[in-house]
DNA sequence: CCTATATTTCGAAACATGTCGAATTATGAA
DNA sequence: TTCATAATTCGACATGTTTCGAAATATAGG
């Protein structure tokens, strides 16, 4: 409503709330294609799974994941599109890079002590 | 409880659900020093302040603020320490680190802004 | 049309959150 | 000790979240 600083704090909060479930993290992560910590990422692709695919690594009713992929979509975080009998979900790739945008905010790249140097 | 990385799903959501409220997320901002959109970032010193001068920032109750800061402080992102009458807060820089990391999880810095159009 | 499968919507219960003002505690100073 | 200032705790209320199972909807295939 009131000034653009505002606004994005909002929005970023907004994000951020979408992802502040271990359920709705999780399946953030599924669909980020991503990666064990240690393990190579090999998010080279844009990942899709179908709503029934997700549900079976969640442990939870399927009408509780509906609720969280509606939270997720609503917030913008992932697409969902009908293919046949089944509905693909797949991460936004803009929001993706609205939330490296609020981290900048909170956590400034220069704090590294040091530069990586190439040769 | 169960495995690491359930363990760390929880945590990595514990600390996104502690910035998912604009006014904490704001309280963030302020502690870490940053930084408009496209303003330099000067965050080489560690920023602190007492919890009366956030309080003129945030049109909210400082009963209401006195709430969020202990949100922040149990979920590891803010120390807070008395010198005299106040109380100063500042931002943990482990926790920044540890939201890099959630970051990586989601959005993995290898993703490429082009398609490879390989053979 | 009928049926099986995939997913969502609905209704309800239990629990968590954000907010305030009033009361309380902690500290330093007169 | 008494007072003023800085901050927290308490009690209350309204609103939001998470979860489930049951019912509803959508789609593809006989």
Known sequence: MSNYETMSLEHYANLLRALSNPHRLQVFQLLSGCCEAGTPCRSDQVLSRCVGDLDQQLEIASSTLSHHLRELHHAGLIDMQRRGKQ???SVNPDAQSQLRQVLD???P???RPEVTHDR
Do not use: D, P, V
């Open 109 to 111: 790249l220069n704090t």
């Open 105 to 107: 905010t909170i956590s």
């Open 87 to 89: 509905i693909f979900c």
